[in-house]
C-alpha cells in the first residue's frame, strides 16, 4: 500500500488542523493506521492509530483529548483531527500502516510508511 500524507501547516497555538492520509490499494480496510510524528533532534513518537474497522483507537498520552484518528475505508482515508495545539506539537507528521489487528505504538511493527507533512504551531 502506498501512503501519501497532507494537510499540515503553519497554525497559531490553540488553532487546530486535520491531517489526511490518502492510501492506494484495494487492500486498504485490512491494515491498522497509525500516525507518528518527528520534531527536528528528537525521535519519531506515536502519535495514534486506528483499528481496520475504527472500532478500537489508541493515543500517546499527551494528545489523549486534544486529537482524535478516524478513517473512512469507502474513501481509503485516514485523518488526525488535531484541536488545541501547542508549540511543542510542531513535528513533521507521518502516516503509517500495518497488517497487525490490535493498535499498536511501535513504529518497527508499521509496514508501510507515507512520506510526512509538517505542522509547525507558533506561540
Known amino acids: 500500500v502506498q501512503l501519501q500524507a497532507s494537510g499540515g501547516g503553519l497554525v497559531q497555538a490553540g488553532g487546530s488542523l486535520r491531517l489526511s492520509c490518502a492510501a492506494s490499494?484495494?487492500?486498504?480496510?485490512?491494515?491498522?493506521m497509525g500516525w507518528f510524528r518527528q520534531a527536528p533532534g528528537k525521535e519519531r513518537e506515536f502519535v495514534a492509530a486506528i483499528s481496520w474497522s475504527g472500532g478500537i483507537t489508541r493515543y500517546a498520552d499527551l494528545m489523549k483529548g486534544r486529537f482524535t484518528i478516524s478513517r473512512d475505508n469507502a474513501k481509503n482515508m485516514v485523518y488526525l483531527q488535531m484541536n488545541s495545539l501547542k508549540p511543542e506539537d510542531t513535528a513533521v507528521y507521518y502516516c503509517?500502516?500495518?497488517?497487525?489487528?490490535?493498535?499498536?505504538?511501535?513504529?518497527?511493527?508499521?509496514?508501510?510508511w507515507g512520506q510526512g507533512t509538517q505542522v509547525t504551531v507558533s506561540s
Open positions: 490499494g484495494r487492500t486498504f480496510s485490512s491494515y491498522t
Open positions: 503509517a500502516a500495518t497488517t497487525r489487528a490490535a493498535p499498536t505504538a511501535r513504529g518497527e511493527l508499521y509496514d508501510y
